[in-house]
């Protein structure tokens, strides 16, 4: 789950196991640099977390806890990246490798084929295909390295960045397509989103009756725009993106279907003042409500399960004057409503 700082870890942990599979980079994308002046001629010197290096996006705004809490549920078949590329800067790549070689060799009753797998892995960036990390060229480039979207864990996909960790000259196309850019920051964001609960405000609320028309409205204040903003800033790269969710309509679903909606689609969109539907007040008894439920039979003993499911329109801007659409999404909750029945009420 998100944080303000992200929790991916490296692929290439998957060396140990078997499961990385070195593939030769493609052509990316997406124009590189991702804006000018953001990538190239900057020393880092950077520091690592004891060979557990993480990634460095970072998280700001209405950013999902790490609770449990339900990520926005895209409305079309898409879903957020499961990883991507970032750099890393010499010192750091150097760092994270040896601190792994040392613990994976040191550790006690570790597997000989763990310490081997580790020992092939090092040599690589050692005194191999490339001489002591690049450290005679740490101000021309960084290391590139695969990182998972930590609520992507499950994923297949997420194994899917297997490329071993490669070098990549200052301002030079990564050549791979998942290569972090500003819209997989925003669309990291977009996952990231923490959106407010949807429950709507019922006249009458909580017991209602049959044949009685019930009145569903949402308060401006608390159904507003909510953003994320996803940041990176790692060997030589400074990017951002901002995703936005608009909140545009309002679904309702009874729990049975023995009940009519308003208006009949159940759909109910927003109002020019950003609210949706409309609250009662007295003397709009006989009144047909722009947003609301007519039961027509009584839940008995239990409760009816009424669904409000929130469409939120989702865009985002970037570094390098990017930005644009990204999918629909939509993010409900249910509330319970007890039916009575009555054949007239006074309000």
């Known amino acids: 789950m998100h944080a303000v700082t992200s929790g991916s870890r490296y692929i290439v942990a998957g060396l140990l196991s078997g499961a990385l599979v070195l593939t030769v980079p493609g052509t990316a994308s997406a124009t590189w640099p991702p804006s000018e002046g953001s990538q190239g001629n900057t020393k880092q010197s950077g520091s690592s977390n004891a060979g557990t290096l993480i990634s460095k996006v970072t998280y700001s705004g209405s950013v999902r806890s790490s609770d449990g809490s339900t990520a926005v549920q895209p409305v079309t078949d898409w879903t957020p990246p499961a990883c991507w590329y970032e750099p890393r800067s010499v010192a750091e790549f150097k760092d994270y490798v040896e601190t792994m070689y040392t613990d994976t060799i040191n550790a006690p009753g570790q597997a000989n084929y763990a310490k081997a797998a580790v020992g092939e892995f090092r040599d690589i960036y050692k005194d191999g295909k490339y001489k002591n990390y690049n450290e005679d060229e740490a101000d021309d480039g960084n290391w590139w390295v695969a990182v998972q979207n930590p609520d992507s ?31 997989i920051l925003a669309e990291a964001a977009y996952d990231a989103i923490q959106l407010p609960d949807t429950k709507v405000t019922l006249a009458p609320a909580d017991i209602t009756k049959v044949n009685l028309a019930t009145w569903a409205w949402l308060d401006k204040a608390e159904f507003k725009e909510v953003s994320v903003t996803a940041s990176l800033k ?41 609210s949706i539907g409309e609250q009662y007040a007295k003397g ?7 947003c609301g439920i007519k039961y027509l039979r009584s839940s008995g003993d239990g409760t009816f399960h009424l669904k409000a499911t929130i469409t939120w ?16 999404g939509t993010f409900g909750t249910t509330q319970d409503i007890k039916v009575q029945e009555a054949q007239a009420v006074n309000r």
């Open 153 to 183: 864990l499950d994923d297949p996909a997420s194994w899917e960045c297997s490329d071993l960790p490669f070098w990549v000259a200052n301002n030079d196309d990564p050549g791979v397509p998942q290569a972090v850019t500003p819209r």
């Open 234 to 274: 790692a060997g030589g790269l400074n990017i951002q993106a901002t995703t936005t969710a608009k909140p545009i309509s309002l679904k309702l679903e009874p729990g049975t279907g023995d009940a009519e909606t308003y208006p009949p689609s159940g759909v109910c969109t927003m109002n020019s003042d950003d």
């Open 284 to 290: 709009k008894s006989d009144q047909t409500p722009p």
């Open 313 to 328: 329109q989702i865009s985002w801007s970037g570094t390098g004057d990017t930005g644009g659409p990204l999918p629909a």
